[in-house]
């Protein structure tokens, strides 16, 4: 599976400011491993509205890196709550931390 990612984004909200930028990244990547935890932690699906909560804030999330593919994956499991992937999900995040270099 090719990760890729966008900043664009991101570079729109922080005027161009690497700092802003890279506090943004820092923030991303300790919500987004807070998330996926969390959503492992669901050991059955007997919460759907959390389960979607999860996965919709970490779709967003997603968004606000410019990876399609964890934007996907979350639209996927949305629709179908009782197949979560939090290790997918995990390795994607993962990767795109690599991408980052954080």
Request: a negative charge.
């Given at each position: 599976m090719e990760i890729s990612i966008d900043l664009s984004y991101l570079d729109r909200i922080c005027f161009g400011d690497k700092n802003i930028r890279q506090e943004l990244?820092?923030?991303?990547?300790?919500?987004?491993?807070?998330?996926?935890?969390?959503?492992?932690?669901i050991k059955e699906p007997s919460d759907p509205k959390k389960i979607f909560n999860l996965l919709h804030t970490l779709k967003?999330?997603?968004?606000?890196?410019?990876?399609?593919?964890?934007?996907?994956?979350?639209?996927?499991?949305?629709?179908?709550?009782?197949?979560?992937?939090?290790?997918?999900?995990?390795?994607?995040?993962?990767?795109?931390?690599?991408?980052?270099?954080?």
């Open positions: 990244i820092a923030s991303w990547s300790e919500d987004t491993a807070a998330l996926i935890g969390e959503l492992k932690n967003s999330n997603f968004q606000m890196v410019g990876c399609g593919v964890g934007i996907q994956l979350c639209e996927r499991m949305i629709h179908e709550t009782s197949e979560t992937d939090a290790e997918q999900l995990e390795e994607i995040s993962m990767r795109i931390r690599q991408l980052l270099n954080i």
